[in-house]
């Protein structure tokens, strides 16, 4: 640090050194008619002062570049002896001036950047010409040495596979998984693959209406919304009643018929209310999974006729204003129904009685092209306009929070912002500090305009705040979160602040990440700084609107001078100074989650192998029976009478022959055996050795063992007349000796 402030001093003096400390350098990546006026003389000795700053930053690896107007990061990184490498001609360059030639609604979609070209603040300033200068100076000086840090406003800028790891850069890729409308509202549906929560408890429910069942579900959504909305208007209505007293004077019971007497539309029967508490029911008995026996030949609840009658009626009710007649029975049915649902349905209190739907572009920043719609035809027909756009999945439906809570009769919202320094282990790591955006009209439902319902700044710093607005509200349209407390304290609500709201923005904002961590790619040396949007209900739960990157930080307010700048410095310090020294002052970054590291396995490539061993089949002999009964039942009929002697003495060789090669393809050998009445004649025995399995022999009363080996042939002495008793343990002899003799014998 302090050879740096005296490099500085080689090279300027007086006001000029404050100036070039101070660093408000003009844009790099814009045309100056400034930079044309005559450029001063180094000497010597500052140009070699210069050139140690240099090699000292290089040495450190100590050099940034920077996309954007970006002062307090610039201040930041000099301050720690860093020194920017200015892009001339880069990529950086060309993309940066097409960004301030171009109007905001030509920015790409693909990144929802929440970075505005009209924000942008003019750095150019002619008093800090010479702090410029010699920024260029030393620039040069770097020219062709590596960034070591790069910070950009879209992620796009620089191709992350050509970096090397030491190389650090703000932004991960495939961050549009959960920065996207589309992205958020289709990641969050898994979060229960990911955490035990549910996202209908923080996150208002959103579909895409690309896909036709998405568009179903939507349809059947807004219709049984139609539903709750009518029974809450049914109670709310009698509340009202019950509010202003029973006692009507008869002037006023007259007034009320005059009224509906000169009503252009009829009242809207009872009948209605009866059928929105059946379609309520069934929505309970299916939640509670007790519709599974029904059949698909199981009528609906209502038929699309009767269901576009119904939605008529609703309209001429919840937007005409038309009465129902004769409901006063069904409110205690009303309230009970509303009950029930409440236990099951988290966002029931932000659903209101208008049905309100706000339709989105899926991929758009800064509340361009946002709308609000109460009618189901309406909606449809808006998503409907460009195919393209609804084919590619660029539009989204989600619920309005139709009872926000509001400051002063005035909707805001709230930006809070993270930081993720890693996605393995997940790192995040929230801000102490948020603000509040207003509307610059007072809430109404009366009308959908977007000067009511959207607080973006870069929507309503063009509108004029309304004379019917409080006077509380600033006229810049933003406050500090220590000003929103202090109204909390007015109305004795200060403690929840910290209990529900800034836990509840934590919760939220973790889970969205869960979600999203599969579809990152975990670079390290690599960070992001989002904007998230909440708002809140009556009871200051916060609801997630959508996730920001790149947010805006421009010092368009007082209260964004002040909080912009103070979370540039803070992330530095976090991202750098906490990557020297672990105890190293964070700001108000505050450490909420960090997850255990997964081992992710090495990709080897497509090895695609088959593993295993050969399967050997026994093929084990057919039990033997007796010559009789083996040849009449597989060989056909045999004669009795014929000499099986014969048949061994004339073709020994031939059996011998045959019999290998049936023991090799395991055939039977019953039908070349000779049978028990051919055996009165002596003959040569023949000694066989076959596979190991136990066939019976002769009548099937005595069974020898047949071994596993390759069948062999003896020259044997003749047997005796006598049968032989007992198996035969290795050789198998034929003929066979008698069986009623006690002892066999094989005498020579």
């Known amino acids: 640090m302090e050879a740096t402030n005296s490099g500085k001093a080689g ?18 990546y814009t045309k100056s008619p400034e930079v044309r006026v005559g450029l001063p003389d180094f000497n010597p000795d500052r140009l070699k002062t210069a050139r ?9 690896q100590k050099i940034f570049s920077i996309q954007g107007p970006y002062p307090v990061i610039r201040a930041a990184l000099r301050a720690r002896g860093w020194i920017e490498q200015h892009m001339h001609g ?74 090397q790891k030491q190389q650090i850069i703000n932004h991960f890729t495939k961050a549009g998984s959960f920065t996207t409308k589309v992205g958020l509202c289709l990641n969050l549906r898994n979060l229960h693959w990911f955490d035990v929560a549910n996202p209908d408890t923080f996150f208002p429910r959103c579909y895409t209406l690309a896909a036709q069942d998405e568009k179903h579900a939507f349809i059947e959504d807004y219709r049984r919304t139609a539903c709750t909305s009518l029974l809450k208007y049914v109670v709310k209505r009698d509340q009202n009643i019950q509010g202003k007293g029973i006692s009507h004077n008869l002037q006023d019971v007259q007034v009320q018929r005059k009224q509906n007497k000169h009503r252009s539309k009829p009242l809207v029967p009872s009948q209605m209310i009866t059928t929105a508490l059946k379609v309520c029911q069934e929505y309970l008995e299916s939640l509670e999974h007790k519709d599974i026996d029904k059949t698909l030949e199981t ?66 920043s800064r509340g361009r092209g946002i709308k609000c719609a109460k009618r189901l035809d309406q909606i449809l027909r808006m998503v409907a306009i460009d195919p393209a756009l609804i084919k590619e999945s660029k539009w989204v439906v989600q619920k309005y929070i139709e009872q926000p809570l ?20 997940l790192t995040v790591w929230f801000y102490k500090k948020c603000y509040l955006r207003f509307s610059t009209q007072p809430y109404s439902l009366d009308t959908l305009d977007s000067s009511v319902h959207l607080c973006n700044n870069s929507i309503q710093k063009h509108l004029r705040p309304s004379q019917q607005r409080h006077c509380g509200i600033p006229a810049d349209n933003m406050w500090l979160d220590d000003q929103f407390r202090a109204f909390l304290a007015s109305q004795g609500r200060e403690a929840l602040w910290e209990t529900v709201v800034v836990q509840g923005m934590k919760t939220t904002i973790i889970h969205a990440l869960q979600t999203a961590q599969d579809l990152m790619e975990s670079r390290k040396n690599t960070f992001e700084l989002y904007g998230a949007d909440f708002m809140l209900d009556l009871s200051l739960h916060p609801w997630l609107i959508e996730i920001n990157a790149s947010p805006t930080m421009a010092p368009s307010t007082s209260v964004t001078a002040q909080l912009c700048a103070a979370v540039q410095e803070d992330t530095l310090r976090v991202v750098l100074d906490r990557k020297v020294d672990r105890t190293a002052d964070t700001g108000d970054f505050e450490l909420i989650y960090r997850q255990a590291a997964v081992e992710v396995p090495q990709y080897l490539g497509i090895n695609l192998v088959v593993e295993g061993f050969a399967v050997k089949n026994p093929c084990p002999l057919p039990p033997l029976r007796s010559s009789n009964q083996s040849a009449s039942k597989r060989w056909g009929p045999v004669k009795e009478k014929e000499s099986a002697l014969e048949k061994v003495q004339a073709l020994p060789k031939m059996l011998l022959k045959k019999a290998e090669s049936k023991i090799r393809r395991c055939e039977p050998l019953s039908p070349a055996l000779p049978s028990e009445s051919s055996l009165s004649k002596p003959v040569k025995s023949i000694s066989i050795r076959l596979p190991m399995t136990v066939l019976p022999i002769g009548g099937g009363s005595h069974s020898g063992h047949l071994w596993k080996r390759r069948a062999e042939v003896s020259n044997v002495q003749p047997p005796t007349t006598e049968k032989q008793q007992g198996p035969l343990s290795q050789e198998m002899t034929a003929p066979k000796q008698p069986r009623k003799a006690t002892s066999s014998s094989t005498s020579a």
């Open 52 to 60: 140690a700053l240099a090699d000292k930053a290089v040495k450190m």
């Open 11 to 28: 090279i300027l003096s007086g006001q000029k050194l404050q100036d070039a400390n101070q660093n408000h350098a003009p844009c790099l």
């Open 299 to 364: 009528p609906q609840t209502l038929t699309q006729e009767q269901w576009a009658e119904f939605i008529s009626s609703y309209y001429l009710v919840a937007h005409g204003g038309a009465q129902i007649e004769r409901s006063e029975h069904l409110v205690s049915s009303c309230e009970a129904m509303l009950q029930r649902l409440e236990k099951v349905s988290p966002q029931l209190g932000i659903d209101g009685t208008q049905n309100i739907w706000i339709i989105k572009p899926g991929a758009k």
């Open 406 to 425: 509001l400051v002063h009769g005035t909707k805001f919202d709230v930006r809070q912002w993270f930081l993720v320094t890693d996605w393995n282990p």
């Open 90 to 163: 880069s990529k950086l360059q060309v993309q940066q001036q097409q960004q301030h030639q171009s109007s905001g609604s030509k920015s790409s979609s693909k990144d929802a950047d929440d970075h505005n070209s009209e924000d942008v603040e003019k750095e150019q300033d002619p008093n800090r010409l010479h702090s410029f200068l010699v920024s260029a100076a030393l620039s040069r000086l770097v020219r062709n040495e590596m960034v070591y840090f790069y910070w950009t406003n879209r992620r796009d800028a620089i191709n992350t596979n050509i970096l």
